[in-house]
């Protein structure tokens, strides 16, 4: 399990060593310019300070071992007067003013001059110098790095502290109960956890609403499904009451209905769970008009049993983004609902026309319509209206649901779905994509 502690320790001492790094490379590049500067003015003095007189004979070789320092000495006829180490990996020659010499041994700072009648070499080694710089640089770096076990463990307890709002909200969600929904407290939290703890109170927000539909969903479903039950029930015992095969068969005759009418139901109970939000995936392209056909062929024969003329008035091509499945039992239940209501001799015209660049669909009938103070209303879940309408067909038995579940499945594909009179008197419903 990765650990955002552990993570920011990591990081930080990282970069920290990797300051320390950088401070001390540019610490030594700058003692070592010093000390190039400090050292060439040394050999500059030692050879102002030799003697200009030219020299009688030639001086005897000794190692001064100051500073690693190697003097030579020519006369103006060449001739090697002083050499004080001979061991020096030197080349036998004087080159004036300062150069920098490469030698099996390293690299050597050289200084020649002229004093007087004679010619002066000064050499040194660069590694003096560099020794002397990298001392510098160590010197002054130490305390740093002796500080870092306590640099560690300050961003530790630092970032410890900094992450403790985590923590309070962790412990405050594992100490909930699962109904317990209400906003978590956003206050005198620091700037970084406030947008979290926002996204969790929109979450529960969220759940909280979708919990509340869900009940009340349950709530109305299980109101509707006792009457249905009830009545099959009823009807059961009225088939074992039955004395003669004439009221047995009527008997099952109503239990068969009360059966289809509670099937019935449980399925659009079922088609309006499925179409909760979230209940289908938007991400197809469906053809409008070949979906629409399917839906008028498939209720053909229902609709000629009832004695309703049922066919597409006008069809264009038109493509929509959305779910085939959903869209499929949007459109049953429009055309379910035009040929129920629609006395015997009528008719149901589907039209597809493409306005302004969006697809409409339009079902109408001649039926005996909805009124205008209940067309609203008839979006409302178990919500039938007409109990005291004029309604044509007296054998309709609804649940209430199928409007419902047209609205749902229109929103989800940001559709809009409205009531109209149907230039017959009936009832138009039209879905405008």
């Known amino acids: 399990m990765r650990s955002i502690r552990r993570q920011l320790l990591v990081w930080l001492l990282a970069l920290v060593l990797l300051g320390v790094g950088i401070a001390g490379w540019l610490i030594y590049r700058q003692a070592l310019a010093e000390a190039n500067e400090l050292f060439d003015y040394q050999l500059e003095q030692?050879?102002?300070?030799?003697?200009?007189?030219?020299?009688?004979?030639?001086?005897g070789s000794r190692d001064t071992g100051d500073e690693g320092i190697v003097l030579q000495i020519w006369n103006r006829n060449g001739v090697l007067m002083y050499y004080s180490r001979p061991r020096a990996p030197l080349a036998p020659r004087a080159e004036l003013g300062f150069s920098t010499e490469r030698t099996e041994r390293g690299e050597w700072r050289v200084y020649g001059a002229i004093v007087g009648d004679n010619v002066v070499q000064l050499a040194q080694p660069l590694s003096v110098r560099n020794r002397l710089a990298a001392n510098v640089a160590l010197r002054t770096l130490w305390p740093l790095i002796v500080l870092l076990p306590l640099l560690g463990l300050a961003v530790w307890v630092i970032v410890g502290r900094g992450l403790r709002p985590l923590r309070r909200v962790t412990s405050a969600l594992d100490a909930r109960h699962p109904e317990a929904l209400d906003p978590l407290p956003d206050r005198r939290l620091p700037l970084e956890v406030q947008p979290l703890v926002r996204a969790l109170n929109g979450l529960l927000q969220r759940l909280a609403t979708a919990l509340d539909i869900q009940k009340a969903f349950v709530a109305d479903a299980a109101h509707e499904l006792r009457t249905p039950l009830a009545a099959v029930q009823i009807q059961a015992q009225l088939v074992a009451r039955a004395k003669d095969d004439a009221a047995r068969n009527?008997?099952?005759?109503?239990?068969?209905?009360?059966?289809?009418?509670?099937?019935?139901?449980?399925?659009?109970?079922?088609?309006?769970a499925r179409s909760e939000p979230d209940g289908v995936a938007i991400t197809d392209a469906i053809d409008l008009r070949r979906l629409l056909q399917e839906c008028v062929a498939a209720y053909a024969p229902l609709a000629l049993n009832r004695g309703v003329?049922?066919?597409?008035?006008?069809?264009?091509?038109?493509?929509?983004?959305?779910?085939?499945?959903?869209?499929?039992?949007?459109?049953?239940?429009?055309?379910?609902?035009?040929?129920?209501?629609?006395?015997?001799?009528?008719?149901?015209?589907?039209?597809?026309?493409?306005?302004?660049?969006?697809?409409?669909?339009?079902?109408?009938?001649?039926?005996?319509?909805?009124?205008?103070?209940?067309?609203?209303?008839?979006?409302?879940?178990?919500?039938?209206?007409?109990?005291?309408?004029?309604?044509?067909?007296?054998?309709?038995?609804?649940?209430?649901?199928?409007?419902?579940?047209?609205?749902?499945?229109?929103?989800?594909?940001?559709?809009?779905?409205?009531?109209?009179?149907?230039?017959?008197?009936?009832?138009?419903?039209?879905?405008?994509?």
């Open 46 to 59: 030692i050879a102002a300070a030799l003697p200009s007189e030219p020299f009688s004979q030639v001086l």
């Open 250 to 272: 009527e008997a099952l005759a109503d239990l068969q209905a009360g059966v289809t009418r509670a099937t019935r139901l449980a399925e659009q109970l079922l088609a309006l």
């Open 309 to 433: 003329d049922l066919g597409v008035e006008a069809s264009e091509a038109a493509t929509v983004i959305g779910d085939a499945d959903a869209l499929r039992v949007m459109f049953n239940n429009l055309v379910d609902n035009a040929t129920k209501y629609t006395p015997q001799g009528g008719r149901v015209d589907v039209s597809l026309r493409v306005e302004g660049g969006h697809p409409v669909v339009r079902i109408a009938d001649n039926g005996p319509g909805i009124d205008p103070a209940d067309r609203d209303r008839v979006f409302d879940r178990f919500y039938r209206a007409g109990a005291g309408a004029n309604r044509a067909r007296a054998d309709v038995a609804g649940t209430g649901l199928g409007l419902a579940i047209v609205r749902r499945i229109a929103t989800q594909h940001h559709a809009s779905v409205s009531l109209d009179e149907s230039p017959a008197g009936g009832l138009q419903v039209t879905v405008h994509f």
